[in-house]
């Protein structure tokens, strides 16, 4: 799929300080990239929607919870161990420069191909984009109806300003971060011991 075949390429402009939030493990794990303080798979494995093969993509949503519903509380989750969450962080950043977008979120309705689990016409779409000069992709979450979510390409994320990392779960008393708990509420996902 490429840009080509939708009906039109909207845009966004993506200004500062707009915040994002990503949810991502408090360790970095073999093979992690980092850029700056956001951690990142290695490009490549093409395993998100709007992978690319040679270039880091980062994925954010504009709103705490919604980061905890992409990360972690999915629609195919039915349980969630207290371990894995205290093995991730919510990040919370600002965008420091103006970044151009590809604009998809008014076309989730009429290409339902756009939120669904058949990654590489999406990646395809993404390489073009990034083909193009776009810095990332604006789309609506496929895990929380309404909302948006970013996905950007390489050195955009370099970008972004750094403004806080919490846990999930408080290290001396084992509770809950109010977003995570919001979001585990609300999806209705078990947390297992």
Do not use: N
Not at 46 to 75: K, M
Not at 105 to 133: C, I, K, N, Y
């Amino acid at each position: 799929m490429r840009l080509s075949d939708l009906p039109s390429t909207p845009t966004f402009e993506l200004d500062a300080p707009q915040a994002l939030y990503r949810v991502q493990q408090i360790r970095s794990r073999k093979g992690t990239l980092r850029i700056g303080r956001v951690r990142l798979a290695p490009p490549g494995l093409l395993a998100w929607r709007f992978d690319l093969s040679d270039t880091p993509v980062g994925y954010f949503a504009l709103a705490p919870v919604t980061a905890l519903y992409e990360a972690v509380c999915r629609r195919e989750t039915m349980g969630v161990s207290l371990q894995l969450l205290a093995a991730r962080s919510l990040v919370h950043l600002r965008v420091s420069q103006r970044l151009q977008l590809v604009d998809l979120r008014a076309m989730s309705s009429a290409w339902p191909v756009l939120q669904s689990m058949r990654f590489s016409h999406t990646q395809e779409l993404a390489a073009d984009a990034f083909a193009l000069g776009f810095a990332g992709i604006i789309y609506r979450s496929a895990q929380q109806a309404d909302m948006d979510c970013i996905a950007l390409f390489g050195t955009a994320i370099s970008t972004l300003k750094w403004i806080q990392t919490e846990p999930l779960v408080e290290s001396g008393t084992g509770g809950l971060h109010a977003v995570a708990a919001a979001a585990l509420r609300g999806s209705q996902v078990l947390v297992l011991p």
